[in-house]
Every structure is written in C-alpha cells, then in structure tokens.
C-alpha cells in the first residue's frame, strides 16, 4: 500500500464484482450498453436494472467517465468509463485519453463524496493498450490526482484479474512509493 497524503493507493487481486467499496470502476465501451470481459462480469452481476440506468444516459465518449447505482453488486456505485482503443490511436493521443478516464473518475468519485473506489485495468484487455504503459498512467495519474486533492481522503484499489496485471501493479506501486 502507497499513501499519498491521507489517502491510499493498493492493489486487490481477484474480480472486482465482489468488492464492497463505494464504486467499482468499469472499463465500458462507448454505448454503455455491456459487452465483454469486465464489462460483461459487472453488468451480469448488477442485474438489469444497470443496463436500464445506462441506457437513459445515452453512452459516454473516450476517456469520460458517467455513474450509476451498483444494484445487486456489493459495490454502492459504479463508475463507467470508456477507454482508448489503443491500435486506432497514436501513442500519445492514447496515453492522454487513459489519463483522462482515471482523472475523470476520480473526480465523479469526489464530487458524489465517496471514499472509496476499485479501478480495473482500463484498456489493458480487448482495448489492446500495453499492459506496462497503461499501468505507469494508471498510478501515475491517480497519484497527481491524489496529491491535488489533498482534502479528499480517498482509497483507491487497483484491481487485477490475473497474475500479470497484479505483478505489473506491484511493480509501479512500490516505484511509486520510492520516489
Ligand atoms: P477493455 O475493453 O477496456 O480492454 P477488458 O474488460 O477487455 O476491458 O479488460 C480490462 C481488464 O479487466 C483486463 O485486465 C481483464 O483481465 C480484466 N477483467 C476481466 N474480467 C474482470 C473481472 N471480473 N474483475 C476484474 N477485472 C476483470
């Protein structure tokens, strides 16, 4: 674990449908309408009543971020947001659209007052973004998010469904936490 001021940085290995935090980040598709991989765990997990709530916000662009209720989920909330399609991007456009869905998290996730909240690995499946550079953006930019927002007092658990995406998580937290 890596504090930042008041507030933590963690990792969690295992599926993110059954944490019991205030939000579960999603790595949804621009429709919001459900789709595959992590997407399809939360939305199978919530029940239908998500997909109601997500059709009546009528999708989200790259790297914006929207929030519904959790439903069946232990989670309170989920926080949707659509990551970069990595191969129809430059590098950099992609890197700055990554940034974006974590930066824009997190501040639905302040401004609703929540105190707690699991990101998964956006873009890093399907999305094709390479799974080092997508994770030193993920910390990277949640710790300049937390370091700016020092009033907030925020837990923020990187979730990771498989061994190589923790060990990659590790890996940037303990370099986050040296320098
Ligand atoms: P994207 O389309 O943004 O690439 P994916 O759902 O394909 O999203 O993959 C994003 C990450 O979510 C990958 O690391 C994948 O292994 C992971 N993942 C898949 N199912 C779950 C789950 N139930 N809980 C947490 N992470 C999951």
Redesign the pocket.
């Known amino acids: 674990m890596v504090r930042v001021g008041d507030s933590t940085m963690e990792t969690w290995r ?4 059954t944490l019991e935090v205030d939000a579960i980040v999603n ?3 621009s429709s919001l309408l459900g ?8 939305h199978a ?1 919530a029940g239908p009543e998500l997909l109601e709530e997500c059709r009546a916000l009528g999708g989200c662009p790259t790297g914006e971020a929207r929030i519904t209720a959790g439903y069946q989920l232990p989670a309170a909330h989920v926080i949707h947001t ?2 970069p ?1 990595y191969p129809r991007l430059s590098p950099e456009r992609a890197a700055e659209l990554l940034a974006s869905c974590y930066t824009n998290s997190l501040d639905l996730a302040a401004e609703q007052g929540l105190a707690s909240v699991a990101f ?10 390479p ?1 080092g550079e997508a994770t030193a953006i993920a910390v990277a930019t949640t710790r300049a998010w937390l370091e700016a927002h020092p009033e907030q007092r925020m837990r923020v658990v990187f ?4 061994a190589r ?1 923790l060990a990659a998580y590790e890996a940037e937290l303990a370099h986050a936490a040296i320098n």
């Not at 295992?14 to 449908?17: E, L, N, Q």
């Not at 998964?120 to 973004?129: H, L």
Request: contains cysteine; hydrophobic residues 40%; glycine residues 22%.
């Open positions: 295992g599926d993110i449908t790595a949804a598709n789709g595959g991989g992590v997407d399809g765990a939360i997990a659509v990551g399609i998964s690995a956006i873009s890093t499946g399907v999305y094709g973004y799974l979730c990771c469904f498989d995406t």
